[in-house]
């Protein structure tokens, strides 16, 4: 798919330029996706407070139904965008949105799907900044 525009997300980026990068021993040949790699990154606690505040925010908008007559695909069924950026969006970036993402998958009502744009496009090489995008869908009960 392609890269959603700002306009087609729910919520400004959420921007994980601040966090530390992980070590270059764990980022070689690896992205957001490795479970050591993420266990790094998030094994601080102002990063384990940033994906909760990040969840807390989509759950907001998801779960409340802001903006539901934008984001109606038929009469059961809403999607809903948000994208994490990082300076090359394959380590912080990813890792942020995967564990966002997991934290989200306790909602019964809400399925998750994690894309990375910069990823699929480039194989995990491309040197301009990348977002992790995914999308949200909320069945009506």
């Known amino acids: 798919g392609k890269r959603p525009n700002k306009d087609e997300l729910n919520h400004e980026i959420f921007r994980c330029h601040w966090i530390p990068n992980p070590s270059s021993k764990s980022r070689k040949g690896s992205t957001g996706e ?9 094994s601080s606690r102002d990063v384990v407070a940033f ?6 925010t ?12 934008q984001n109606q695909i038929d009469g059961n069924l809403q999607e ?18 995967i564990a966002v993402g997991e934290l989200l998958g306790i909602h019964q009502n809400i399925s998750v799907a994690f894309q990375h744009f910069g990823l699929l ?5 491309k040197k301009s900044r990348n977002k992790g995008s995914w999308k949200k869908e909320r069945n009506r009960a």
């Open 34 to 42: 490795s479970k050591k790699l993420r266990d790094e990154i998030l």
């Open 51 to 56: 994906v909760s505040q990040c969840k807390e």
């Open 58 to 69: 989509i759950e907001n908008i998801v779960l409340k139904g802001e903006d539901t007559s």
């Open 80 to 97: 809903f965008h948000f994208a994490f950026s990082c300076a090359r969006g394959k380590h912080r970036s990813v890792s942020v949105a």
């Open 121 to 125: 496009q480039s194989g995990g090489n």
